[in-house]
């Protein structure tokens, strides 16, 4: 079992930044995905999600239309950390953003999903 913790969400005005993590409970370079979701303040979870931003396989990264070009995810084996960087802040990013993250069990066929609490983003105008 993987444990995600976020931390970095919080009130921000249009056009700014906010960097969110998710420190995951063990090395982040033996999970296939990490990655964020996104939903509406207040719906019940896995409501109508967006994917924001994901790593493949420590290597690849796949962001939603409506973030590219403004937030970028990365990771850091070292603090077995993944980070979300967000930038020129919008009013409709606000939302609650889960850190999640897939492993691929081979030996059964299963694949293995873990999610963090979630971290509430607001972008006022």
């Known amino acids: 079992q993987v444990q995600l913790a976020e931390s970095g969400g919080g009130l921000v005005q249009v056009g700014g930044s906010l960097r969110l993590s998710c420190a995951a409970s063990e090395s982040i370079s033996g999970l296939n995905i990490m990655g964020w979701y996104r939903q509406a303040p207040g719906r019940e979870f896995g409501a109508q999600r967006e994917?924001?931003?994901?790593?493949?396989?420590?290597?690849?990264?796949d962001y939603s239309d409506s973030v590219k070009g403004r937030f970028t995810i990365s990771g850091d084996n070292t603090k077995n950390t993944v980070y979300l960087q967000m930038t020129s802040l919008k009013p409709e990013d606000t939302g609650d953003y889960y850190c999640?993250?897939?492993?691929?069990?081979?030996?059964?066929?299963?694949?293995?999903?873990?999610w963090g609490q979630g971290t509430q983003v607001t972008v006022s105008s």
């Open positions: 999640y993250a897939e492993r691929m069990d081979e030996a059964h066929g299963l694949k293995l999903t873990y």
């Open positions: 994917l924001v931003a994901r790593i493949i396989d420590a290597a690849t990264t």
